[in-house]
Each structure stands twice: as C-alpha cells, then as structure tokens.
C-alpha cells in the first residue's frame, strides 16, 4: 500500500464496513481484515526493544539491512527516538495509571502498556544513554562522521547498545 492515499482510504474504508462503529482500530484489525502483515515494521521493533525480546529484535533488524530502501536507518531512528521518550517521560508520571498515563503521554491507553514494560527493562539512566546510541546512529547514517559504515551496521550497533 505504501503511502498512496487513495489506497489507504480504500482500506480504511473496509475496515469501517467490518468493524463495530466506534472501535479503535488496532494493528490486529489491519493485519487481519487487508491483509498486510505487520512483523517487520518500525512499530514491532519498537515493542520487540521495549519488551527486551532479543531474538525478535535481530529478526526484524535482520530483515531492515536487506531491505534497505524500505527501512532506511535515518526514518527509523527519529520514530524510535520518539518511543524512546514516551518511556523517559512515563518513567517522571506521578500518575502512572492508564487513563492518566495516556493523557500525559498523548497517547492510545493500550500504548502505556508497553511504555509501562519498557520502563521496567531500561532504567532512567539507561534511556539516556539510548537517546545517545539513536543520536549517533542518526547522525552518522546521515553522514556526519561517516564516510564508509554501511547503514545495516548503524541500525545493528544501535540496537544492540540498546539491548545490552
């Protein structure tokens, strides 16, 4: 589908004729009801990192450094920059309970869940240190300070910091 509008209103013009009025449509529902999978995205990467789950996490970084062109390092680390500091700012929530914790975070209450299972994996140091390892990988993929490391490596290190 990519990002050609007519084709993603064609969708979600399906999925209003399946779903009930009113549901909120979940990753789940695209996956079943147009077919598209959703394994090897930004997004399931990001719930593989938050959830520490290694094994996940290399598959999908595997799959992002032969398919270059579709996952381009210097589109992902801004999204994961931005997961990454839902989970700074959960971590400071006085409020952690999910009605309150979705408002302060601006986001869907299903998604302080996961903020909630990164938070417990990565410390507030070590998110810090994370904003560090997407930084350099950005930066570099981007060219400054980098004349020769191939995209592929970039994502795979940064990664891995984030992990170890």
Do not use: W
Not at 1 to 7: F, V
Not at 26 to 40: L, N
Not at 65 to 77: F, L
């Amino acid at each position: 589908m990519g990002n050609d509008l007519r084709k993603v209103v064609n969708e979600l013009n399906k999925l209003q004729i399946v779903l009930p009025a009113g549901t909120e449509i979940a990753p789940e529902h695209i996956e079943k009801h147009i077919g598209i999978s959703k394994d090897f995205n930004v997004f399931e990467l990001q719930r593989a990192l938050g959830s520490k789950d290694l094994v996940r996490s290399q598959r999908i970084t595997e799959f992002f450094a032969a398919n270059p062109k579709d996952h381009p390092v210097a589109m992902i680390m801004p999204v994961l920059n931005s997961y990454f500091s839902k989970v700074y700012a959960y971590h400071g929530l006085k409020d952690r309970s999910g009605p309150a914790a979705a408002k302060a975070l601006r986001c869907a209450p299903f998604a302080v869940k996961q903020y909630a299972e990164a938070a417990r994996h990565y410390p507030l140091d070590k998110v810090g240190r994370i904003f560090g390892y997407l930084r350099e990988a950005d930066r570099k993929a981007k060219g400054q300070g980098n004349v020769s490391t191939p995209d592929a490596f970039l994502l795979k290190e940064a990664v891995f910091k984030i992990l170890h």
